[in-house]
Nanobody, 126 residues
Framework: QLQASGGGLVQPGGSLSVFCAASGGTFSWYGMGWFRQAPGKEREFVAAISRGGGTTYYADSVKDRFTIFRDNAKNTVYLQMNILTPEDTAVYYC?????????????????????WGQGTEVTVSS
């Protein structure tokens, strides 16, 4: 089970951190990803991290602004978001990929993920 939290309202240019706590499985075996879905748009990849944390991937739109990291001792994955813009407004979902792969194709495609959290809403507005 995945529980995403930390969303809220933030002004443009601000920062926000969302996190996802896992329970009921072996968190350290899973690659973890963040996806988002804006109103009227399809869900899109944001960032992913391999099970050991040594490999990360980012969408071009968030590269150099967002950072994904994980604490396997706490069964939690985080997404630190900086320099937020209104275009970052969306519901953010965390997901778990169970194969343990570090490949880009496996960690960036939503259909490769087996478990999903319920989402946390991020609104960037003045």
């Amino acid at each position: 089970q995945l529980q995403a939290s930390g969303g809220g309202l933030v002004q443009p240019g601000g920062s926000l951190s969302v996190f996802c706590a896992a329970s009921g499985g072996t968190f350290s075996w899973y690659g973890m990803g963040w996806f988002r879905q804006a109103p009227g748009k399809e869900r899109e990849f944001v960032a992913a991290i391999s099970r050991g944390g040594g490999t990360t991937y980012y969408a071009d739109s968030v590269k150099d602004r967002f950072t994904i990291f994980r604490d396997n001792a706490k069964n939690t994955v985080y997404l630190q978001m900086n320099i937020l813009t209104p275009e970052d407004t969306a519901v953010y979902y965390c997901a778990a990929e169970v194969s343990g792969s570090t490949r880009y194709a496996m960690l960036t495609a939503s259909d490769k993920y087996s478990y999903w959290g319920q989402g946390t809403e991020v609104t960037v507005s003045s």
